[in-house]
Structure formats: structure tokens, C-alpha cells
């Protein structure tokens, strides 16, 4: 869903002005950042575990003790929210982490190497994609049982196939520039030119690509949860949500409040990512590739 | 409704004995007509009770097929189709007199053969249950056409209990003789000889069953049709009743959280009648075999760890009571009369620090795996309140979760440190008490067996002699002392003796009317029109 | 038209063998698993006893060696045969079709309805760049494309079911009602309007994005500066050149993810009880009824690829000049 028009970054002074041209962008950053407080601030904002009763059950928002409400056995959902936060975060994060690994990986020696290893890679490639990403994702965390690494993992399996084709799209047309053939006649080896010239080159795509996954991830993680395939020994927002669910109508803040939670900052994720094309791949650079 | 539920179950009674005997017209105005629409969930995979009994299959099939007994509340064997039997003194020797007018779906009568088939070599095949308790026998005759005699090789205290509609429904011997019966082209179309016949089933949707013409208790059944409706949602199904889509719910068709409302709401009843032959226990499974949970009184220390009532009101809202032992005490031979475990984490930390069991620097002495049964939100609660509880006394608790394949699989090879389960005691000690707790059923590879490594020669010594006598003072004396044992042991940390609601629209009666409540045939329930 | 043809047939070649290397593939890591279904079936049964677990496991073939399993299984899709579900006592083809018609109406229409309204929006939008009404399209949309598409299902619920009672929270019709015809057809519509829209919204979103960016991006292009120049009116412009050439992003993205909506329908089919394809895999897979689950992976990489193809073959049709290559 990234732009599909990309060209080498032009970084600098400029990036920041470009950024903070699209509002949406900047409002974005704003959540984000203080998504990410709420998360390393945790502790000291709600220093009991997300898990204790702490309360009477199903006390409705703006409660004594509760300010968005308890949940079926008590437990505090606002220091649910914020300890929630950390896991989000980190599922998002992590999972993104890996899948571009392997993407960036298998799409760099696909689009560098070309030929039969293209070949290879990409018909590998559309096996991934070919299998509905959710029903394997749901495969996946059933077979290695439900636990931070193994949702972290599945959903890095089922997300790095669009990375995989960005980064050969990159490689491919980088690599018959004049300066990667320029860095080939030198008689550098393959590797440090995939290292030093083209992946450098090829970043912007990618981080633009990954800012919007690690929104895509939340909310994987969060529809795992929902069907009862989470760590049950992690408060994440898709965890409340899931756990939430039936009792909607006696305690509508159970879920709403998480919902909103992940509405918000994957909307966060999507605007800064937004920001952060055009200010990697201005229009400029587009209309002269188009 | 319970004194009204009485005096009808009397009638029913009368009239199975003398089925031409209409029924006493003074009891009720019970109009025919009317369709009901019952909840199954999850989805029956096959409809012949022979060949399955997971729950939604009984509730289903025990419309369509029929036992020799039924029981009451009490656990009190009444006639279904035998309308009498007798045993002999030595407790050896059971002879069954059959209804004579009962006739299979099809038109052909039921007969004495029908139930030696079905017990001699149908069940054999594919119910383990039955298996077990027919194997005791050493002969299963036909003296004429409606008289069976089963002799056994040795006394066998519950063996009236094996003849409800689960435990040993009857098969038609002419569909299935020399068949293979679990490939049977005939299992599509199950015939049986209950009020109510197999009509139509739109697999995830519904099944629709419809009433039987030539059902053999007179005048009956009074409803037009039933449909089973399949709703695999939790939030779904408490809609359906609230909206009224539905007339009955069961088991765990409604999560323990949406009990409270659906409860208030006008047109629908709750009751947790007619699970008695069921009778489930809950418990936390404990691996006997691996530290620290091999000494007693780190099992002790979880009984005194873990409030009980908490666990009952807060998370099955209500439903159930505290368990004091291995036995509920709506099953025969309870014994309450045993060491009591108070919720005290003061105790709990008593016995653990004799254990020599110190807590370290992170506050905790000991660490363990929750292995959360894969059944429902509710179990996954339970789980989360474990943990916390325990973390009180020093127990650092890590949840497992996997789905129930994965369940099944690591606790029946002995691959976990505590979980979740709950067993029906089918109304006696010997059916469904000591299986958990006996030496001999230590199988790897086996659920629902000891899978806790529990091994105590004097309890496998009572529960066995228990069973071989059908002298119910001596197996009182027997499964008293057992049951004292077991508590003090503590090799599964029992939590509740679970109630199941079941949500009835007020405008059916008589649902629910004997210890298998909603798995009954329903030949007398009746819907009053407005 | 023989180049369309070669070009088909060679498609079609590729595309069985991404379907046969996807069975194996799959063969493979769903019995990764720990657990057979012949132990939840005898767990399920209440008393199982070692002889009645080696009694299913033997039924089922799942003591011969894997690599048997897995000859015996590929021998048979070879010949359409997709096994058969012990759990469900049926074979797996006939449990496919009885479901496929809930999923398929669930998700064709939201798919039409995401595609058409997401083009008209994002159209709309586009051509309005920069004035409220774009702001708001695209605020709605990336609102729609940020929530859990499960929460929307039953906020949706919430609103028009319980509080409202206007529309059915769950099923496909109403039954024992007795309707027949038209009447039935209403009543079924009625039972699709939440999880339809529900599952349409996503998308929806989606494609407002794609159209919106996407035309923007051809609005400068020169071909379209020579017909305004012309004097075409905006709208002829728009619809005749711009969208032509803008919609084809839309259409690749939309062909890729038509695998996609059925796991989107997992989570619709589970929230409003419908019983389909999605369901019957998530199902399958808390039960390990492998037979079903290889089935249904097979079926949907078939729709996937098929998608694939169409994709191809209305790319060229959008744009003639687009050649068909292999």
C-alpha cells in the first residue's frame, strides 16, 4: 500500500521542513512519542503488575480507583493500557525488525544476482503470498503454541513477501547505475557493494515500508489475540480486546478503551509513515521517474 | 416448577409401565405443537450416539436415540425402555424386561436382540466407556423378545448406571449388523427409537429433528420440530437469547460472564438441574512426578493459596460450589466429613517454609508452569487469577497456552507441571472417581487417566473393592476412607464442583426432568401458547 | 488472440505448480503440530483408553510414516481428491462446498462493494485534492484502515443489533421462519448487511488510498494535459483518461488480496457466527483436522492464483496497450 514510485533519498536539511510540512504527520510523531513515554513510564505510572486485582470487578469509567473502568476480575484497565503499550510496541517493532530482515535479505540477492536465483527467490516469494497471510499467521502461532516469540515470528513470516519485492525493485535498478558499476570495475566484492552502495541507496523505500508494517503488526497481533492465540502472560491491547469481547455489552469500556488505544496509534504509525514519504521521496524525484 | 417437574416425572412413570394409559388429565394442559430452537455448540461431527459422545452429540442424539434407563435427580434408576428389571442376590445376574410397542424410525420393532447387539458387539466397537463396563460381562442373552440378561463375571456396584441413553444408547441390529459400523453408509441417517426423528442437517447451521408419529409412549412427544442451531460465537449465542432466536441453552453455551444478565432477563429461566449424572470437577492437575509438586505440602500449601470463593463468584459468576474432595457431593458416596483447606495464604506459606522452600531475592521460592486449558475464556481467567494468587505466597506461576490438541497431547504424555481439568463422575465413584486416582490407570499417552504419576496402594485397595460389591452401605465405608486418604494427599487441588446453567424460554416445560437433563428424548416437553 | 492463449496456458502451467509445491509446503508444517486429531477425538470421548486412540490412529493412517501420509495425500489431489475429515465423518470437497457459498457471498460482495466504493471515494477525493471534502475521505479512511477489523464487527453489533434492533447480530437467516422466495432472499441479505460491511470497510479504505494516490499521480501526466488542453470536460477527462490508467495499481492490489479477505472472514465468520470457510480453517485448526485445513489452503491458493490470472487478463483489457506477458 506504500507509494510504488521510489527513488534514492535525498536526505538532509531538507527532511525535517518536508516532514513537518504534512500536519498529519506531525500530529502523528506527537501521539507516537507520547505512546512510547506511556510505555517506558509504565512502571512508574501504574507500579503494580497490570494483572493484579486491584479493584472491584466491572467498575465503569471514572471510577475511584479506575479512571477507564475494571475489568471482569478487577484489574485496572488504564494500567492495562499503558503496560499494554510496552507489548504492542515491542510485537510491532520486533516483528517488523524480522520481517525486513528476511525480506531485505532474500529481495537484495534476488534483484543483485538476478537470473535463476531471481528466479528462485521470487517464485518463493509468491508461494508466501499466495497463502492468505492471516489463516498462516493463525497456523503458525497454533504450531509453535502461543508465546512472545512465536506471534513475534509469525508475523514476521507472513509480512516480509512486499519487502522481499520492494528491496529487488531497489537492487535491480541501483544495480545497473553508473556508480554501482563504477564500485563493480573497482573490483569490489559483491558483498561490500550490496553493503556500502546499494542498501544505503535503497533505504528510504524501506524505512517508509516498515514504518507502515510495524502499524500492520499491532494489529495482527491484536486479531491473534482476539481469537484467543496470545502470551497469556502479556497485557497486550489486543490481549483486553480479545478478553474483552464477551462481555461487550456489560462493560463496553473493556474493549473500547484498548480498541481505541490500537485505533490511535496505528493511525499514529500510518501518519508518520506518510510524513516520512514525503519527506524521503519528494515529488520532485517522483515526477522525474515517472 | 421443581414440585410440578415431580409429579409429572410420576406420570411419566405410570405411563411407560401401562404406555395405552393416557396421561392423568388433571396434571397440566400439555397442547401439541410448537417448534423449539436449542443452541449446540460445538457442532456434533456425526449424529449416532454410538459411535459419539462428546456432549453436543448426547444433547442432540438422546432425542433420537433411547436407553434402557434413565435416572432421577437423585440418581435413582427409572425405566425408558425397560419397564422393569431385578437383580439377583449375588449381584451377578441383571434381567431387563423391554417396552413391547417400541419401534425403530424406520418401522421395524425393538426388540431384546437389538439390545444384545448393541451391547455385545456395536458398543464394543466403538464406545471405550461401554466397552469397559460390558467387558465385565460374562454373557448377554436374549431370553425371548422383550426379556435381556446380562451375567456378569463378578459383582459390579454402578452396573445399572451403564444403561442411561450416553453410556449405552440402543442400536437397530437389522441397519447395522455386518456393517462396518464407524463407516456405515447409514450413519448419515441415524434411526433410533425416540420421540423425535433425524430430518435434516445443514452442517455449520443447524440440525432439524421432527417429531415421531410413531413414538411409542401414546400421545407423545408434544412439539412439531427441533432445530439445533449452531452458533460458534460466544457473544452470539447470549444475543440469540436475549432476542429470543432461541429457546434453550446448555453446558457452556453461555460464558460464565453473560450468566448474571441473561438471568434477569424476563422471558427465559435458569436452572443447574439435570447435570447430576454428569456431576463435573473442576481441578488444578498437578505432575506428581517433578519438584517441588512431589511433596504434599506444596499441594496442601495450593489448596490453603487459593480462594476458592473468589473463583466461584468472581470468575463462574456464582456458579458451582467450593469442592471439598475427589467426589461432588451430588454423586453417590460423597463423604464430607474430611481435612478442610480454608483460604489462608498464611498456611500456605507455613507449609512451604517447612518445605524449606525461601523466597529469594525476587520474592519468590519457587517457579512452576500453568498449562491453561484450551476450553474457553473462563479457564483462561482462571489461569490469570492462579497466577496471582500464587505469586502471593511466593509461587511464580508462568502461563502456558495451546489449543486442544496441544492439551491433550502434552498433559496425557505427562508434559506439564500443573493444568486445568474437569471430568464427569457419571453418578458414581467407580465410573468416574477413580480412574484419576487409581495405580493402575497411569498411562502415558492416555487423557483423562492419572496423569498426575499419583500411585497409593491402600486407595487403589478401596476403590477397587468398592466397586466389586453392590452393597451400598460397604461402599459407602470404602469410599469414605478413600476419600480421606485423597484429601490429606491432595494429588489434584480441587477447585469446584461446577453447575452448568441451562437457560430455558418460559414457554417450554418440563425440560429438564431427570439427572441427564437437556440429553433427555424431551418425549414430554410442551410449549405453552399465548 | 493465440498470444493470449500461449500466454494462459503458460500461466496456468506456473500456477499448478505453485498449487503442488503449497500442498507439500503445507503438508509439512501443519503436521509440525504436536497432537493428532486421533487424541482430541479420544480426549473428546470422554474415557479413552490406549486401544481406542491406536483404533483412530490406525483408521486415519496416521501410523504409517510421514512420508507415506504425505504420498498417499498428493496421489489424491493429483485426482481431486482432497481426503477425507474422521472428525466430521464427511469428505473434505463436500465440507468445502457446503460452506464455500457463506464465505463467497460474504466476501465478493464486500469485495465489490470495498472496490466500487473505494474508487468512487478515492476518485472523488482526488479530484477535490486539497479542499475539506478530501480531508475528510481521507481521514474516514485511514480512521477504517486502523481499527481492528473484529472491534468495528462489534461496535457494529453494539449499535444496530443490540441497542437499535434494526438488523440480525449473527447467521446466515432466520430459522424456522418459513420464508420462501423473495422473502428468504431479504431475509438472507439482511443477515449479510453487518459482516459485510464490516469486512468492506477495510478495504474500502484501502482502495480510496490507492485511487486517490494513484490518480493523482496520472492527473499531471502528459497525455491528460493534452486532452484538457483540448477542452474535454473534467469529467469525460477523468473518467475516460485518468481513471483508465490509475485504476491498474488498484486492480493489482485488489487481485493480491483476494486471499486475504477470506482471512479477514476468519475473524468476521467467528464474530457474527456465520458458518464458512474461515470459520471451518479456524475450526480445523483448534481440532488439528488436518484433511480439512490441507484443503483449505489448497482451495484458496487455487482462488489466489486464478485471481492472479483474472488480474492479468483485465490489466490488459483496462489497457490495451499493455502487452500480455508470460
Same mark, same amino acid.
Given at each position: ?91 510491532? @517493532? ?68 512486499? @519487502? ?34 546499494? @542498501? ?91 | ?52 459422545? %462428546? ?82 460381562? /460374562? ?24 444403561? /442411561? ?82 429457546? %434453550? ?158 492439551? !491433550? ?15 464427569? %463422575? ?49 461402599? %459407602? ?50 410449549? !405453552?401458547?399465548? | ?326
Amino acid at each position: 500500500m506504500t507509494a510504488a514510485v521510489i527513488t534514492p533519498s535525498r536526505k538532509g536539511s531538507g527532511f525535517w521542513a518536508a516532514f513537518a510540512r504534512n500536519k498529519g504527520a506531525v500530529i502523528g510523531l506527537v501521539f507516537l512519542t507520547l505512546v512510547i513515554l506511556m510505555a517506558v513510564f509504565a512502571d512508574l505510572l501504574f507500579p503494580t503488575s497490570p494483572w493484579d486485582m486491584t479493584t472491584i470487578p466491572f467498575q465503569p469509567p471514572l471510577s475511584e480507583d479506575a479512571l477507564l473502568g475494571s475489568d471482569t476480575l478487577g484489574r485496572d484497565i488504564a494500567s492495562g493500557i499503558a503496560h499494554g503499550a510496552r507489548v504492542s510496541l515491542l510485537i510491532g @517493532l520486533t516483528s517488523t525488525a524480522v520481517a525486513v530482515l528476511i525480506g531485505v535479505l532474500l529481495g537484495a540477492v534476488a534483484g543483485f544476482y538476478g537470473g535463476r536465483v531471481d528466479d528462485a527467490v521470487m517464485r518463493f516469494t509468491e508461494l508466501f503470498q499466495t497463502i492468505p497471510n492471516f489463516v498462516l499467521a493463525v497456523v503458525l502461532v497454533a504450531i509453535f503454541t502461543p508465546s512472545l516469540a512465536s506471534i513475534v515470528l509469525a508475523i514476521a513470516i507472513v509480512s516480509w513477501p512486499p @519487502l522481499a519485492r520492494l528491496a529487488r525493485g531497489e537492487f535491480m535498478s541501483l544495480r545497473s547505475r553508473e556508480f554501482v558499476q563504477a564500485a563493480v570495475t573497482t573490483g569490489q566484492s559483491n558483498l561490500t557493494i550490496i553493503w556500502r552502495q546499494i @542498501l544505503p541507496n535503497s533505504l528510504s523505500p524501506i524505512i517508509v515500508s516498515a514504518s507502515l508494517m510495524v502499524a500492520t503488526a499491532i494489529l495482527l497481533e491484536s486479531s491473534l489475540s482476539f481469537l484467543g492465540l496470545g502470551d497469556p502472560n502479556l497485557m497486550s491491547w489486543g490481549y483486553m480486546v480479545g478478553a474483552a469481547r464477551t462481555v461487550i455489552r456489560q462493560a463496553w469500556w473493556m474493549s473500547f478503551f484498548p480498541g481505541i488505544a490500537i485505533l490511535l496509534t496505528v493511525l499514529a504509525l500510518n501518519l508518520v509513515g506518510e510524513g516520512l514519504n514525503d519527506a524521503l521521496n519528494p515529488k520532485l524525484a517522483r515526477k522525474g521517474r515517472a | 416448577m421443581s414440585n410440578r417437574l415431580r409429579c409429572f416425572r410420576q406420570s411419566l412413570t405410570a405411563a411407560a409401565l401401562a404406555a395405552m394409559l393416557a396421561i392423568p388429565g388433571a396434571a397440566m394442559a400439555q397442547e401439541r405443537g410448537g417448534t423449539m430452537n436449542i443452541i449446540v455448540q460445538p457442532e456434533p461431527p456425526i449424529l449416532v450416539l454410538g459411535i459419539n459422545q %462428546q456432549g453436543p452429540t448426547q444433547t442432540v442424539a438422546g432425542k433420537i436415540y433411547q436407553g434402557l434407563l434413565t435416572f432421577d435427580f437423585n440418581l435413582k434408576p427409572q425405566p425408558e425402555l425397560a419397564e422393569s428389571w431385578e437383580v439377583s442376590p449375588d449381584g451377578k445376574v441383571y434381567t431387563f424386561r423391554l417396552v413391547k410397542n417400541a419401534k425403530w424410525h424406520d418401522g421395524k420393532p425393538f426388540t431384546a436382540h437389538d439390545v444384545v447387539f448393541s451391547t455385545s458387539k456395536f458398543l464394543m466397537e466403538t464406545h471405550p466407556r461401554a466397552r469397559a463396563t460390558f467387558s465385565k460381562c /460374562e454373557k448377554i442373552e436374549a431370553l425371548d423378545d422383550h426379556t435381556v440378561q446380562f451375567t456378569l463375571k463378578e459383582p459390579f456396584g454402578p452396573f445399572l448406571q451403564a444403561f /442411561e441413553v450416553s453410556s449405552a444408547p440402543m442400536m437397530p441390529k437389522h441397519i447395522y449388523e455386518g456393517t462396518d459400523f464407524k463407516t456405515a453408509p447409514a450413519n448419515a441417517t441415524p434411526i433410533g427409537t425416540g420421540p423425535f426423528k433425524f430430518k435434516e442437517w445443514v452442517k455449520g447451521s443447524y440440525i432439524h429433528l421432527v417429531r415421531n408419529d410413531e413414538y411409542w409412549k401414546a400421545g407423545k412427544p408434544y412439539l412439531d420440530d427441533i432445530y439445533f442451531r449452531v452458533i460458534p460465537d460466544a457473544a452470539s449465542r447470549s444475543v440469540a437469547v436475549e432476542q429470543g432466536t432461541v429457546q %434453550q441453552t446448555q453446558f457452556n453455551d453461555i460464558e460464565t460472564f453473560d450468566v448474571p444478565r441473561l438471568k434477569a432477563l424476563p422471558n427465559v429461566e435458569m436452572t443447574t438441574k439435570g447435570y447430576e449424572f454428569f456431576a463435573p470437577l473442576s481441578w488444578i492437575e498437578i505432575n506428581t512426578r517433578t519438584k517441588p509438586l512431589d511433596d504434599k505440602r506444596f499441594r496442601q500449601a495450593m489448596m490453603h493459596a487459593l480462594d476458592r470463593k473468589f473463583i466461584r463468584d468472581k470468575i463462574w459468576f456464582g456458579l458451582g460450589r467450593p469442592a471439598t474432595g475427589p467426589v461432588n457431593s451430588v454423586t453417590r458416596f460423597y463423604e464430607g466429613n474430611v481435612r478442610k483447606y480454608d483460604y489462608d495464604p498464611k498456611k500456605a506459606e507455613a507449609l512451604l517454609d517447612e518445605m524449606g522452600l525461601k523466597k529469594g531475592a525476587d520474592g519468590n521460592r519457587a517457579k512452576v508452569r500453568l498449562l491453561v486449558m484450551p476450553y474457553g475464556e473462563t479457564w483462561t481467567r482462571l489461569g490469570e487469577y492462579v497466577k496471582q494468587a500464587m505469586k502471593r505466597v511466593g509461587v511464580d506461576v508462568t502461563l502456558e497456552t495451546t489449543d486442544a490438541a496441544g492439551w !491433550v497431547n502434552r498433559v496425557s504424555n505427562w508434559d506439564y507441571d500443573l493444568t486445568f481439568n474437569f471430568v464427569y %463422575q457419571y453418578g458414581d465413584p467407580a465410573l468416574g472417581v477413580s480412574r484419576t486416582y487409581v495405580s493402575d490407570n497411569i498411562r502415558k499417552g492416555v487423557m483423562f487417566s492419572n496423569t498426575m504419576g499419583y500411585a497409593n496402594p491402600e486407595v487403589d485397595r478401596l476403590f477397587a473393592q468398592a466397586a466389586q460389591t453392590n452393597k451400598d452401605e460397604e461402599r %459407602q465405608q470404602l469410599y469414605s476412607a478413600a476419600q480421606k486418604i485423597l484429601v490429606e494427599d491432595v494429588p489434584v487441588a480441587w477447585l469446584l464442583e461446577m453447575e452448568f446453567p441451562t437457560f430455558i424460554d418460559k414457554r417450554f416445560k418440563n425440560a429438564v426432568t431427570t439427572a441427564i437433563g437437556v440429553n433427555e428424548s424431551y418425549d414430554s416437553v410442551y410449549m !405453552v401458547k399465548k | 488472440m493465440p498470444r493470449i492463449a500461449a500466454f494462459v496456458s503458460q500461466r496456468l502451467i506456473k500456477a499448478v505448480f505453485v498449487v503442488l509445491a503449497i500442498a507439500v509446503f503445507n503438508f509439512f508444517l501443519v503436521h509440525a503440530a504436536p497432537g493428532d486429531p486421533a487424541q482430541v477425538m479420544a480426549g473428546e470421548a470422554g474415557a479413552a483408553d490406549a486401544q481406542f486412540v491406536e483404533q483412530l490412529r490406525q483408521q486415519f493412517g496416521l501410523d504409517r510414516p510421514m512420508i507415506e501420509q504425505l504420498g498417499t495425500y498428493m496421489g489424491k489431489v493429483v485426482q481431486g481428491d482432497l481426503g477425507f475429515s474422521y472428525r466430521q465423518q464427511r469428505p473434505v470437497f463436500d465440507l468445502l462446498m457446503d460452506r464455500l457459498p457463506v464465505t463467497l457471498s460474504l466476501t465478493l460482495t464486500a469485495f465489490v462493494l470495498a472496490l466500487i466504493g473505494g474508487v468512487a471515494l478515492g476518485t472523488l477525493a482526488a479530484m477535490r485534492a486539497g479542499t475539506w471534502s478530501d480531508t475528510a475521505i481521507t481521514v474516514v479512511g485511514l480512521t477504517a484502515y486502523a481499527t481492528p477489523i473484529f472491534w468495528i464487527g462489534l461496535m457494529l453489533i453494539l449499535l444496530f443489533s443490540v441497542n437499535l434492533g434494526w438488523l440480525p447480530a449473527f447467521g446466515t437467516e432466520t430459522i424456522g421462519a418459513g420464508y420462501t422466495g423473495w422473502e428468504a432472499f431479504l431475509d438472507r441479505v439482511k443477515h449479510l448487511v453487518l459482516p459485510v460491511t464490516t469486512l468492506a470497510l477495510f478495504y474500502m479504505a484501502v482502495y480510496t488510498r490507492l485511487t486517490r494516490a494513484s490518480i493523482l499521480e496520472v492527473r499531471d501526466m502528459d497525455f491528460v494535459k493534452t486532452a484538457r488542453a483540448k477542452g474535454l470536460p473534467e469529467w469525460r477527462i477523468v473518467s475516460v483518461h485518468v481513471l483508465r490508467n490509475a485504476i491498474l495499481p488498484v486492480i493489482t492490489v485488489a487481485g493480491f488480496q483476494a486471499g486475504h479477505l477470506i482471512g479477514g472472514s476468519i475473524l468476521i465468520e467467528t464474530v457474527f457466527a456465520l458458518p464458512g470457510i474461515g470459520r471451518l480453517a479456524f475450526e480445523a485448526v483448534l481440532q488439528r483436522d488436518y484433511q480439512v485445513l490441507l484443503g483449505i489452503f489448497l482451495l484458496t491458493s487455487v482462488v489466489v492464483v486464478i485471481f492472479n490470472l483474472l488480474t492479468d487478463l483485465i490489466y490488459s483489457l483496462v489497457d490495451p496497450r499493455i502487452e500480455v506477458a508470460p
